[in-house]
């Protein structure tokens, strides 16, 4: 049996899960295998930037080499569009809604509508504009930022033709039976697009005013590749891997992709923003004889690397050139640099998909040795106990390998 | 038993079933009852609506039959029992019954087609609740059909199956034994437990019934 | 007011271990019997965990080894058959693991309402003379007998009556062809052979001309992805993999030799930098590149045309959640609803948990419903019904209790066992929850006869009228002022006894605070304290504990009737069942 679980399950639950299968299903091993890796195996890829859009939170988690190097959460996901989207629809019904005050107005219209209906209309007739803010083209630089321009531009293009147009809003019919008395409203088709916009780009407020948990997705996104060393953000940026029930919202990909490649035109790769950096680096004086010391600031940990590519001079290194002569022998280039998404068949996928080609899990555990001692009983191996964020370690090769060998086993990640 | 006085409710005949005076029973010679079955007021059973369509056994010695139905069966107040009926495709047409109507003939000349009943068996200790229409092909041994129900055409219940008030049974369809159906259409949504089995006799519903 | 029918349910004694119940029979029911502080450790049928215990005495088994109720949590079940529910047709477990759950033959569902799909043909039936039995031409199609659904809507049609899943499997919805997983392969081999004196690195694209026409940025679907994938990673392992080169082609062997093992964890672990380095020069798997290798690249704007269809379209041709979860894949609309394969059934017998015994075994053929083993709690412990004592018109049949008015309700007890039984019965004074009904039972200790053969009771078929007819006189003259006698039986049958309980039901208006009692005091203070009566809340349900004891056989089997008496032994039952009895008007 193998589970599929989130990264960050407690101790406790995966215990209280554990003892549940092992009791009652008798499964005689069960392998943990952590489900952003899996997503990206399910995409065919190593590594990646896998962002979940769930009911509660979107995670985005950076694997690189089927490790999970970081993770970082919103609660910009689907629970939220569901409430947007009951909110537009019972001010719809009931127009006074919209002059009662947020609280009130959110627990009138649960009476309104029943939370199954709102969740049809989320499934059936949501969907994500492909964004507004089309930045004009800044100066195309060839650093980590390229962007594959001409797609962005023929998407924005083709969105004007489809519904530029303001003359006749198309409108849509829903049915609804929850409310008294059932009727149908009829929707423009656009303000189906604008609870979207509320609950996962967070339009209309400014990014100083938002939480850490409540950065709106295409930031959530970029604050993980900014955080993460380069060479492996150039890797994930062109890996992006949207999973989970909220990615399947028509459009919200395409629209990920476009405020994504918009942030790091107007941004880069640096962490440090506003208006003071604007006016330095539009500063033509500064650009011209750009000292190392723009460099040295307090930027954390990875100062060394956060200086934007593009900024650099192009120093050849023999040995990294060597090394990467060396691996185009064998492998193709590796697409790294530019911004691309990835469809995954999903972790459940890549779960069936690894037990078909029978590769054995890190943590393999061995039903009598569970019900023998517990999560106490689990070895936390070597390699393992450096790293806890190791998703799947060297461990693995230990337990699944030996024919003799079960009497030590780990929980892995989740130890 | 001898027969009971005028009044009663019901007429029981020399097997035991009790059939209520004031049920509609249609084609009799096309209807056999196990015995001990009982029938109550108001339901109709359309033993009239016979096979048009001649079967290849030799089955047409004896009676034609209609509906069949075995012991210990009980039909709740209102319900309808009519054998299920089809158009068969590319049929011989003089095979048609005479008395069928001109109509009917002409349009059967143009599709080439017959319509036919099939019989509809019904086995033993089957209860089917107040106001179901049955047009089921078979349904097996201690089935419980509830109230309001629609039962298809040619849908085949097998043994210890049950239908939950209200659900439409969709034509064709086949519910396996064990088998707890409801909804419209009717899926199956649970399974009768092996405590329950029991509970499907019906020997005593039987005996509770008198005039 | 909706109707309400009196039910019994058993608490199975397995929950324990869970807070709000306390602990009963498993270790010591010795124990128990003596414990006074009964009341307060009184099982609480409202209390959330309660729903989770609490079932009608015909789902409980009974484990003959551990003298023991079992409810479905405590039962391990086991497949004996697995057959597909529409044509009856059993399928062997490793057809299952291979073809996976569904029916292969021809058992389709309807995509939009889930009845079952016919085939017919769509060609007019030959005509004239000697056409009879004629085979009909195809095309054929699916068709919903019940909503009128049919496959011709998402363009699929068939051209043979029967093998309707393979077909299905071969056509895409608006009739193209699938791409097989074979036509992949060959496809597949084909490029690999056509590249190999070439470098990896060449493009594909140029080698297409093959078998199959393969477009490297086809867009693919869920499972033909799947099946890119799997060959890819396949092809990549077994390149790793030395056991291949000694000449074991693919297979477990190869992968799972030791000598392999090392490469395929490095699809996992890919190691550190200088760990890639050193295993890039054994060459590590790489990653997908190109949708013959599973690869989907999400185009920038693969999803216009989705919204556009949407904006055109509307609500209607969108596919509702029900819909969509029946599907395997995405359905976004309706027009990419597939026929679903009925999904298998099976048949289950099952186990004690504890001590591993069959409680229960079904036939294998799926023809017969007869079972093997069959330890039923029906046969064992006495089942309890419940009617009103009053005895009702038909017209206000199931009225709603009173609040404050003592009723009076028949509680009867039916005993299975060939031997007869004593019985204890208790109950809290008050119902547990906000509105604590007073409950007394008059009668708590009673004994029930013996249950006699099947055979018997069948010879007795006419006194049992007369029996009946003797109670409901007694009912009759009794009428008006039924008084029931504290301390006695009611009633006495053969192997029934019933007693009378009183119950005074609580009025649903919050008590005033002097009458309230300390917990719900406690409750009121935590807040949340609102006068609303919440579902089900009027419902008067009484938590009874039962304490059965017997004399049984040792060594054999209870109930083994007309065996000789050597070595009788005490038994004992006890066990918490929950009344309901009715709705306070």
Redesign the interface.
């Given at each position: 049996m193998t589970l599929i679980l989130p990264s960050a399950l407690p101790l406790p639950l995966l215990s209280t899960i554990l003892d549940t299968l092992f009791t009652n299903f008798q499964a005689p091993t069960i392998s943990l295998l952590s489900s952003p890796a899996l997503s990206t195996a399910a995409a065919g890829l190593r590594s990646g930037l896998v962002v979940d859009v769930g009911w509660r939170e979107t995670v985005v988690t950076s694997v690189y080499e089927y490790r999970e190097v970081q993770t970082l959460r919103s609660t910009r996901a689907t629970k939220l569009l569901g409430e947007e989207i009951l909110m537009m629809l019972s001010r719809l019904i009931n127009p006074e809604l919209s002059q009662m005050k947020n609280p009130d107005a959110r627990a009138a219209a649960r009476e309104l509508l029943s939370f199954e209906e709102c969740e049809e209309v989320v499934t059936r007739m949501a969907w994500c504009g492909p964004g507004q803010n089309k930045s004009p083209p800044e100066e195309h630089t060839d650093g980590l930022a390229s962007v594959k321009e001409e797609d962005e531009f023929r998407s924005s293009m083709r969105s004007l033709k489809i519904w530029g147009g303001t003359e006749t809003e198309p409108q849509v019919s829903i049915p609804l039976k929850s409310c008294s008395p059932p009727r149908t409203l009829e929707v423009a088709f656009s303000n189906l697009s604008d609870p979207c916009e509320d609950a996962l780009f967070a339009k209309g407020v400014p990014e100083s005013e938002l939480d850490d948990e409540e950065m709106p997705l295409h930031l959530l996104i970029y604050r993980s590749l900014l955080k993460l060393p380069t060479d492996v953000r150039s890797i994930c940026m062109a890996r992006i891997i949207l999973v989970g029930g909220g990615s399947k919202l028509p459009g919200l990909k395409s629209r990920v992709l476009n405020e994504l490649s918009t942030l790091v035109q107007q941004r880069g790769w640096n962490n440090v923003q506003g208006k003071a950096v604007e006016a330095y680096r539009n500063n033509p004086k500064l650009n011209k004889a750009r000292s190392r010391n723009f460099d040295d600031g307090p930027i954390p940990v990875t100062a060394g690397q956060e200086v934007p590519a593009y900024l650099q001079p192009h120093d050849e290194d023999p040995i990294e050139e060597a090394l990467r002569r060396e691996s185009r022998k064998r492998n193709p280039p590796m697409e790294e640099g530019s911004l691309r998404a990835i469809d995954s068949l999903g972790a459940w996928s890549g779960g069936s998909l690894l037990s078909h080609l029978k590769v054995p899990a890190v943590s393999v555990i061995d039903k009598d040795q569970w019900l023998q001692h517990g999560s106490l009983g689990a070895s936390r191996g070597g390699e393992i106990s450096v790293s806890s964020r190791q998703s799947m370690g060297p461990g693995a090769f230990k337990t699944a390998g030996g024919g003799g060998d079960r009497s030590s086993w780990t929980l892995g990640l989740w130890a | 038993m001898s027969k009971k006085p005028v009044k009663g409710e019901y007429i029981e005949t020399d097997t035991g079933n009790k059939v209520s005076r004031r049920s509609q029973i249609i084609g009799t010679t096309n209807i056999i009852l196990g015995g001990k079955t009982v029938i109550q007021a108001e339901v109709i059973i359309r033993g009239d609506l016979l096979r048009t369509y001649p079967s290849s056994s030799s089955e047409g010695k004896g009676n034609p039959v209609a509906v069949a139905i075995g012991r210990y069966c009980f039909f709740s107040r209102g319900c309808e029992l009519r054998p299920p009926g089809k158009m068969y495709k590319g049929y011989l047409l003089f095979l048609l019954p005479s008395s069928s109507p001109s109509y009917l003939q002409h349009e059967l000349m143009v599709f080439g087609s017959t319509f036919s009943h099939y019989p509809l068996k019904i086995a033993d200790h089957v209860l089917i609740g107040p106001g179901t229409i049955v047009e089921a092909a078979l349904i097996g041994s201690h089935v419980s059909i509830g109230a309001g129900c629609v039962i298809g055409k040619f849908a085949i219940i097998k043994d210890y199956a049950r239908v939950l008030d209200g659900t439409v049974v969709p034509p064709n369809m086949v519910i396996p034994s064990f088998s707890v159906v409801g909804g419209r259409p009717g899926r199956v949504v649970g399974e009768v437990s092996e405590g329950e089995v029991d509970g499907f006799d019906l020997r005593e519903v039987y005996r509770g019934v008198g005039n | 007011m909706s109707t309400f029918t009196p039910y019994t349910y058993f608490q199975c004694p397995c929950t324990d271990s869970s807070p709000p119940v306390r602990n009963i029979g498993s270790d010591s029911p010795t124990s128990i019997h003596s414990s006074s502080s009964e009341d307060e450790k009184a099982f609480d049928p409202r209390a959330p965990r309660a729903n989770y215990s609490l079932y009608p005495?015909?789902?409980?088994?009974y484990c003959e080894d551990c003298h023991q109720i079992r409810c479905?949590?405590c039962v391990?079940d086991e497949i004996v058959t697995y057959?597909c529910?529409?044509?009856?047709f059993e399928v062997p477990s490793s057809t299952v693991k291979s073809e996976g759950t569904r029916c292969t033959r021809s058992c389709f569902q309807c995509p939009i309402?889930?009845?079952?799909l016919?085939v017919s043909?769509l060609e007019?039936?030959?005509?004239?003379?000697g056409?009879?039995?004629?085979s009909?031409g195809g095309p054929y199609v699916l068709n919903?007998?019940?909503?009128s659904w049919s496959s011709k809507e998402i363009g699929i049609q068939f051209d043979k009556p029967n093998g309707i899943f393979t077909q299905l499997s071969k056509i895409k919805n608006g009739g193209d062809p699938v791409i097989t997983a074979r036509e992949r392969r060959k496809d597949r081999e084909e490029r690999s052979r056509d590249s190999a004196p070439g470098p990896?690195?060449d493009e594909d694209g140029v080698q297409d001309e093959t078998v199959v026409k393969l477009d490297p940025n086809e867009v693919l679907d869920?499972e033909s992805?799947?099946s890119n994938?799997?060959a890819?990673?396949?092809a990549q392992?077994a390149e790793a993999s030395p056991a291949n080169a000694l000449g074991f082609s693919g297979g477990?062997y190869g992968?799972?030799s030791?000598g392999a093992?090392?490469r395929?964890?490095g699809?996992?672990?890919?190691?550190t930098y200088a760990d890639?380095?050193s295993k890039?020069?054994k060459?590590?798997?790489?990653?997908?590149?190109n949708a013959f290798?599973?690869?989907?690249?999400?185009?920038?704007?693969?999803?216009?045309a989705?919204?556009?269809k949407?904006?055109?379209e509307?609500?209607d041709a969108?596919?509702?959640?029900l819909q969509?979860d029946e599907q395997s894949t995405?359905t976004?609309f309706i027009s990419d609803l597939r026929p679903i394969a009925y999904l298998l059934?099976t048949k289950r017998s099952?186990r004690c948990?504890t001590c591993r015994h069959i409680l229960?075994k079904p036939e294998a053929k799926?023809q017969t419903?007869r079972?093997r083993i069959?330890l039923?709690?029906?046969n064992y412990i006495p089942s309890i019904s419940i009617k009103p004592l009053q005895p009702l018109l038909s017209t206000q049949l199931q009225a709603p209790l009173v609040p404050m008015k003592p009723t009076q309700f028949l509680l009867t007890f039916k005993n299975p066992l060939f031997e007869s039984v004593k019985v204890n019965i208790a109950t809290p004074a008050q119902t547990p929850g906000r509105f604590a009904s007073k409950i007394t039972i008059l009668c708590p200790q009673f004994e029930v006869g013996a249950n006699t053969d099947a055979w018997e009771e069948a010879l007795r078929?006419g006194s049992?009228?007369v029996e009946r007819e003797k109670r409901r006189t007694k009912a009759e003259a009794s009428e008006g002022q039924l008084q029931a006698e504290a301390g006695k039986v009611w009633e006495r049958g053969r192997n029934w006894v019933s007693v009378v309980v009183e119950v005074i039901p609580a009025s649903l208006k919050p008590s005033p605070d002097f009458l309230k009692t300390e917990a719900q005091r406690k409750l009121a203070e935590e807040g949340g304290e609102d006068d609303r009566v919440r579902e089900d809340e009027d419902v008067v349900e009484i938590p009874v504990f039962v304490r059965v004891e017997w004399e049984a056989d040792t060594g054999g089997e209870d109930g083994g009737l007309g065996k000789e008496k050597e070595g009788r032994e005490k038994r004992e039952l006890a066990y918490w069942c929950v009344l309901g009895v009715g709705r306070i008007g």
């Open positions: - | - | 005495l015909e789902h409980l088994l479905p949590r391990l057959y529910p529409n044509c009856l309402c889930i009845a079952p016919s043909s007019a039936p030959p005509e004239g003379l056409a009879e039995h004629a009909q919903c007998p019940h909503c990896v690195t869920a992805q799947f994938l799997k890819f990673y396949q392992l477990d992968y799972g030791p093992l090392s395929i964890m699809l996992y672990t890919g190691g890639k380095k890039a020069k060459g590590t798997m790489r990653e997908a590149q290798e599973g690869l989907k690249i999400v185009a920038p704007n693969s999803e216009d989705l919204i556009a949407l904006q055109n509307g609500w969108t596919s509702s959640s969509r995405h976004p059934r099952k948990k229960s799926i419903t079972f069959r039923v709690a029906l078929d049992k009228g």
